[in-house]
Structure formats: structure tokens, C-alpha cells
């Protein structure tokens, strides 16, 4: 018996009383009562919901054209769907991202959800499905086998290009650092031990390269991964319960609809159960957060101090860094980059195990797939606009300190090798090291080059590019 504030709800299992005013039903309903795992329901991620919507937007559209749905009831289920894609309702979606059941819970999710905004639509109560079904009508010529993949891909499409948008900012952002630092000399290091003298603009400049390489990738592999769906091939790839025409005009109106080149899998039956394109992608986004953790271990490195450190750079200070000991500020914002990036990692090694886990014509983990996808894109972006706006946008350089570093360190001997030789380079590194004095001190009190030769051998342009040495 049902109150003021429920409705009575029936399924293969019994009944069950849903909220009065809820747009979800009973399935969605008993999912909710199964999953309470990871507390990230499925409209976390709009683009997700957004394009459940447009799946069923595209079926729906094929079934009326092929005679299937009926005028009214294709009217209805579009202008329900139109509202989801709009981002209105998107808290109905509340089933766990992770669930059993291959998805089966996100698809009538979505399948609850419309049928009950088209029903309001005629003019109709929630739950009146014998005038318009979640399963009859707004799930016709579909399995969530098909549905499911296809708006996990879709929902990736959709929301790609931020991730892009946020790696090419914060890209530009380093080289607008490389331009500003060009002239600032300063020691490279390798092994965390003095190497040779460049420029901070060097140093900044290879980080935006670094992660150039990263969009360029993604910008291509992002696409090419995600377009073919398998719309159309029902439960297992077969296409039973479809008609012939069905996938073809599906998968033209998804495209359509969704504004993405979206293209039917030539092999249903494999597109059903393979999870490579995922595995893939979500590599590609661990490469590009161990590129970002890397880098930010670098930042803490050269700002590091500020007075017994590197502290060749200074980070913008964000907050207060001790509770016990004043004054100190620490590098939060690479920090927190850092573990987002092992977080990114984590979902990788997550997904990887999942996507290994299928078996025959289905992969029943599909959910953690698509959630740890969905957590690592967004995760990423906001860590690079997190960074970007938060740090390198305000680093400054220490350029005196730096040139200090280079003038008093060991390795300024590697510049002066190919004109005093390595046995004399050796000796007077060592007797630097041993007595803390200068390395141009020593050569000089040696009268092992002179004056001129010395100042040309020392500018900073000399010392950052290749150069053609004078032959003895």
C-alpha cells in the first residue's frame, strides 16, 4: 500500500515503494538499496547522464522512423531526453558508479528516468507505464550491453576537449615562463648533482614541450579510440530484438545528436566485450599525470629552502605551512599535484585488472571502467588548472642566485674541458671539492687560459648550445 509520499512500483522480484516525486523507479530504486560502495553516484559526471540521454535520444528517433514508436510516445521520450541533455534532473541518477550487473543498473537508471519525464509529458502520473514503459519503449531495439559502452564513449567525447583545453593552458603557461626566465643562467643537474650551466627558460621550456607531446596524442588517440561503438548489436554483438535497419539509423542519429563523428563497430560482437580502447586511453592519461608529477617534483626541488635549499625559483605562496613553526610556507600546490597523479595511477592499474577480467561475450565490469575513466579525466584537468593558476603563473626567478650557483659550482669545468683538457679538468675539480674554492679561481691562479679567452668560453650564450671549439 502506497502513502501520500510513495507510489507502488512492481518488478520481477515483488514491489517496492518509490518516492512520490521521484523521476527514477524501482530497479533504480533496489540498486541504490544493493550498491552503497563508492558514494559517487552516476550524476558526478554530467557528461555521463548527458549522454545516456542522447542513446536513447538515437534509439528512440530509429524506432519511430522504422515505424516502432509511436508519434506520441517519440514526442514524449525526446522531450524528456532534451531535458537531460540540457542538465536539468541530473540528480535522478543516484545508482552507485560502481555496481553488479554490467551496467544494468545505470541503463535503467536512465530508462526509469525518461519514461517517467515523458509520462509527465502526456499528462500523465510517474509510474503509469502501461501508457509508456522504461523497458518497452525507452529501452525498444536496445540491451545495456549496447547502450551502456556506447554512452560511456559518448560521454568521454563529450567532455575531452576541456581536458585539452586545460593541458594546452597550462603548456602555455610554461613556455610563457621559458620566455620570461631566457636570460636567467643557472646550473643543470643530473643525479641530483651539478651537470652543466643552461637557462631557466630552457628548463621551463622542456616542460611545456614534455607535456606538448602529451596533447598531441591525446588530440589524435582520443577520437580514433572512442568513435566506433557498438549501438545496434543488443546483448552480445547479434543484433537480436533489432530490426535490420536499426543500427544503422541509431548510430546516424547518435552522431547527429551528440554533434561527434560516432561510427558502428565493424565486429559487434568483439566492440560488446573489448575494453582496449579504454585501457589505452586511461595509459595515456596515466602517462601524461606521471609527466605532471615529475614536473612538480622538480618545482618543489628548485624552490626548495629558501635558505638552505636550491631555492633558484620562488613558488607563489598559498598558505600558512606550519602549525609549530612560523614563517614557514610550503609547496602545497605540487603537492596536491603529486597525489592526484598517484590517484591517476591508481585508476589505471584498476581499470587495466577490469578490462583483463571479462569473459566470453561481455565484460560485466564495465562500471569501474567507466568510472575510474571518468574520475582520471577529471581529476587531471583540475590539477593542471589547479597548478597553472595556482603556481606557475607566479613563479618567480632568484636570477642573482642562480648565476651565483653556476659561478661557484664544479661543473662550470665541464665548460672549460675542451680547452684545458680532462686531465687538468679533473685535477682542478678535485682540488675544488677539497678546498671549497672557485673552479675559475684555480684556473686562473694556474694562468691555464687567459683573460679573453676565458670571458668568451664564460658568456652565457656559449655555455647553453652547442658551439664549435677552436683546434689546438
Not at 132 to 146: E, G, I, K
Not at 243 to 268: E, M, N
Not at 302 to 327: A, H, K, V
Not at 444 to 469: Q, Y
Amino acid at each position: 500500500m502506497s502513502s501520500a509520499n510513495t507510489r507502488l512500483e512492481k518488478d520481477l522480484l515483488g514491489t517496492l515503494e518509490v518516492p512520490a516525486d521521484a523521476y527514477y523507479g524501482i530497479q533504480t530504486l533496489r540498486a541504490c538499496n544493493n550498491f552503497n560502495l563508492s558514494g559517487v553516484p552516476l550524476a558526478h559526471y554530467p557528461n555521463f547522464v548527458i549522454a545516456l540521454a542522447m542513446v536513447k535520444q538515437a534509439a528512440a528517433d530509429a524506432n519511430h522512423q522504422l515505424g516502432y514508436l509511436s508519434a506520441d510516445k517519440h514526442k514524449a521520450i525526446t522531450l524528456a531526453c532534451k531535458q537531460l541533455i540540457d542538465g536539468q534532473h541530473h540528480d535522478q541518477f543516484i545508482v552507485d558508479m560502481i555496481q553488479g550487473g554490467a551496467g544494468t543498473s545505470t541503463n535503467m537508471n536512465a530508462n526509469e528516468v525518461i519514461a517517467n519525464l515523458a509520462l509527465e509529458a502526456m499528462g500523465k502520473a510517474k509510474g503509469e507505464y502501461q501508457f509508456l514503459h522504461p523497458n518497452n519503449d525507452v529501452n525498444m531495439a536496445q540491451s545495456t550491453n549496447d547502450a551502456y559502452p556506447t554512452a560511456i564513449r559518448v560521454g568521454l567525447l563529450l567532455g575531452y576537449q576541456d581536458l585539452l583545453t586545460s593541458l594546452k593552458a597550462l603548456m602555455n603557461a610554461f613556455q610563457a615562463k621559458g620566455v620570461e626566465f631566457s636570460s636567467v643562467l643557472k646550473m643543470g643537474r643530473t643525479q641530483l648533482q651539478d651537470a652543466v650551466p643552461m637557462t631557466l627558460g630552457q628548463e621551463f621550456n622542456a616542460f611545456a614541450t614534455n607535456l606538448g607531446e602529451d596533447l598531441n596524442r591525446l588530440d589524435k588517440l582520443v577520437p580514433d579510440l572512442l568513435t566506433w561503438v557498438n549501438l545496434g548489436g543488443t546483448a552480445i554483438g547479434t543484433g537480436i530484438n533489432a530490426d535490420p535497419r536499426y543500427q544503422g539509423l541509431a548510430v546516424q542519429r547518435l552522431a547527429a545528436i551528440s554533434g561527434h563523428p560516432v561510427k558502428a563497430a565493424t565486429d559487434l560482437i568483439e566492440a560488446t566485450y573489448d575494453m582496449g580502447a579504454f585501457v589505452l586511453l586511461s595509459g595515456m592519461l596515466k602517462r601524461t599525470a606521471v609527466k605532471l608529477s615529475k614536473i612538480c617534483n622538480d618545482l618543489r626541488l628548485l624552490s626548495s629552502g629558501p635558505r638552505t635549499g636550491i631555492n633558484e625559483i620562488n613558488l607563489p605562496p598559498r598558505q600558512p605551512g606550519s602549525s609549530i613553526m612560523p614563517g614557514k610556507v610550503n609547496p602545497v600546490i605540487p603537492e596536491a599535484v603529486n597525489q592526484v597523479a598517484y590517484e591517476i595511477i591508481g585508476n589505471d592499474l584498476s581499470l587495466t585488472m577490469a578490462a583483463e577480467a571479462g569473459q566470453l561475450q561481455l565484460n560485466v565490469m564495465e562500471p569501474l571502467i567507466a568510472w575510474k575513466t571518468f574520475d582520471s579525466i577529471r581529476l587531471l584537468k583540475r590539477a593542471m588548472d589547479m597548478l597553472r593558476e595556482h603556481c606557475i603563473e607566479g613563479i618567480t626567478a632568484n636570477e642573482q642566485h642562480c648565476r651565483e650557483l653556476v659561478e661557484h659550482s664544479i661543473g662550470l669545468v665541464t665548460a672549460l674541458n675542451p680547452y684545458i683538457g680532462y686531465e687538468n679538468s679533473t685535477r682542478i675539480a678535485k682540488i675544488a671539492l677539497e678546498t671549497g674554492r672557485g673552479v675559475l679561481e684555480l684556473v686562473r691562479e694556474e694562468n691555464l687560459l687567459d683573460e679573453e679567452l676565458l670571458a668568451e668560453i664564460l658568456r652565457p650564450e656559449n655555455m647553453i648550445a652547442p658551439r664549435s671549439i677552436p683546434q689546438k
